[in-house]
């Protein structure tokens, strides 16, 4: 039987058109470059989670948007899938500084992005989901 974690992350652009990337401290992707996000712990919307988790990992205040996309991705554990709800997000406050689960967070562009080491996946998504051009 299949254990589903539910997760959520965040997609967020600045003025510039950067897209907002953390660099994973732990596993699962550790050393990999990821949208923030991560669990969402019992009795938490989505929305809620997505406030915590930013906060946490990269310092910011952010308002949740819609949904964009999701995917399930093999947990660190046997049998365990995270499913992961990404949503759209705008920064209200805060400074950008990375904590929590996150070694790194910074502002990249599309250029950029194709340099760094991304976790499994996630420029397909982005792509697929017309966050990135194709």
Known sequence: ????????GAIMTDPDGRLLLIRRGHDPG???WSVPGGRVERGETDAEAVIREISEETGLLVRPGGLIGSVERPGTDP?????????????IGGTLAAGDDA?????????????LPLTPGLAEALTEWGVLPG
């Open 1 to 8: 039987m299949v254990r589903r974690v539910p997760c959520v």
């Open 30 to 32: 550790a050393g990999l």
């Open 79 to 91: 049998g365990t899938v995270y499913a992961i709800r990404d949503y759209a997000a705008e920064v």
């Open 103 to 115: 070694d790194a967070a910074r502002w990249v562009t599309r250029e950029e992005l194709d340099d």
